[in-house]
């Protein structure tokens, strides 16, 4: 199920006076250094500020300072970080591309939020500006889009991969309940969830999108026990989790998954109720890399603050940017930025990714990440169930969606 609203450009126009400066980053140039513009859209305020911006404007910034200085084709650059509020919406979206493009004159732009993302395509793509966003359905993207690329938060890709290890260590797995935000992202997730049942013969039981306004989750939780599912879907942190503590309170035994992990909703809804959670995407948890455990480990003494899984992947990007730049030997030249970005490799702290997936939009350019699927064991304690490299992440969304 989708659901897509059109831009509204003249609320925008307004709106980019009303977001502003006050977000704008970057300090004083270094002699024989030049400093790169990169744009970052993201809620700065309320449940999403919270949850998902300000841990998300951190890890940029730390990307960033770790990266430093580097080199492209002899020449000296330093990334200057801009952040404008997007609100996590279709106008602030939009709003926040103008003022990118139009004031601060950036060449490469990242939107958290497909919401947000989706509304700044047409607008970076009429300027020629590099965007890259998260969350949205493989169809998202296609030959008339060519700067745009999925940079993180790939659930559709890892989605499959769970359903093809879920199909085979756990076949007694036929009935699902899934439940989302009721926003762009959520449904991106939800599509993903529901194609997967569909190719493996799964029943989809409860498909549930919450608004994020709610405050009472006690009706969906009943609506999911009715059904009796076999498989609970859902995200750990951002605001839903009291549904699963709900549902094992009223006596629910059967398994349940997350795509969407972070410690601190798992202290607040208390470890044994989540022991033997299943976790299928890239998280900053379990020890999986060492890169990310040691920069997981400097955030949490530099900000106080958890490095929650749209942390780490924003982290990330400001390290694949500057691989990127460094191979295409350019900082400008556009079109041989794309060429590089669609056929190299760039290194992450989860190890080298690269983007494909043409053969499911006609251009590819969404991120391949490895696929970690772990259980809970213990208080912050994982057990590493199976490991899918980004190869075989890949060969095995394609076989799914295709």
């Known amino acids: 199920m ?55 404007k951190y890890a940029y910034e730390m990307g960033a300072d770790k990266i430093g200085v580097f080199e492209v084709a002899g020449e000296k650059y330093r990334w200057n970080i801009i952040f404008e509020e997007n609100l996590f919406s279709i106008a602030g979206g939009a709003a926040s591309a103008m003022k990118f493009i139009h004031e601060d004159h950036v060449l490469f732009m990242d939107q958290v939020g497909a919401d947000s993302g989706l509304a700044a395509q ?11 966003l998260s969350a949205c359905d493989f169809d998202d993207f296609g030959p008339d889009k060519p700067y745009l690329f999925q940079t993180s938060a790939t659930w559709s890709l890892h989605t499959a991969v769970f359903f093809d290890w879920l199909t085979t260590e756990h076949p007694e797995v ?11 992202t959520g449904y991106a997730v939800g599509d993903a969830i529901t194609a997967c049942a569909d190719y493996y013969g799964l029943e989809i039981v409860v498909e549930e999108y919450v608004p994020v306004e709610t405050l009472e989750m006690m009706p969906v939780a009943n609506r999911i026990m009715a059904r009796e599912p076999d498989l609970y879907v859902g995200p750990i ?33 208390e470890w044994e109720t989540v022991d033997g959670f299943l976790l299928f995407l890239p998280f900053p948890v379990g020890g999986v890399w060492d890169e990310v455990t040691a920069f997981r480990e400097e955030y949490d003494d530099r900000y106080g603050i958890e490095f929650t899984p749209s942390a780490f992947w924003a982290a990330n990007m400001p390290y694949v940017m500057t691989s990127v730049l460094q191979q295409a030997g350019t900082v400008d030249d556009m079109d041989k930025i794309v060429e590089t970005m669609e056929t190299k490799s760039f290194d992450t702290l989860s190890g080298p990714i690269r983007y494909g997936l043409e053969e ?9 990440y490895p696929t970690p699927i772990m259980k809970v064991v213990g208080e912050r304690e994982y057990e590493l169930l199976a490991y899918y490299s980004p190869e075989e992440t890949e060969a095995i969304a394609v076989e799914v969606f295709k």
Request: glycine fraction near 18%; charge should be negative; proline fraction near 3%.
């Open 360 to 368: 499911l939009n006609g251009i590819g350019h969404l991120a391949i």
């Open 237 to 269: 942190g951002g605001g839903l989790d009291d549904i699963y503590a709900m549902m094992v309170a009223m006596g629910y035994e059967g398994l349940a998954a997350s795509y969407y992990w972070t410690e601190d909703a798992a202290d607040k809804i």
């Open 174 to 184: 036929h009935r699902i309940a899934c439940v989302g935000l009721d926003d762009r």
């Open 2 to 56: 989708k659901r897509w609203l059109s831009l509204a450009a003249i609320v925008v126009l307004g709106l980019a006076l009303v977001i502003g400066a006050a977000c704008g980053g970057g300090g004083e140039e270094e002699e024989g250094v030049t400093e790169l513009k990169y744009g970052i859209g993201l809620p700065l305020t309320g449940i999403y500020g919270a949850a998902v911006g300000l841990p998300c």
């Open 122 to 132: 047409p607008i970076c793509e009429e300027a020629g500006v590099m965007l890259g």
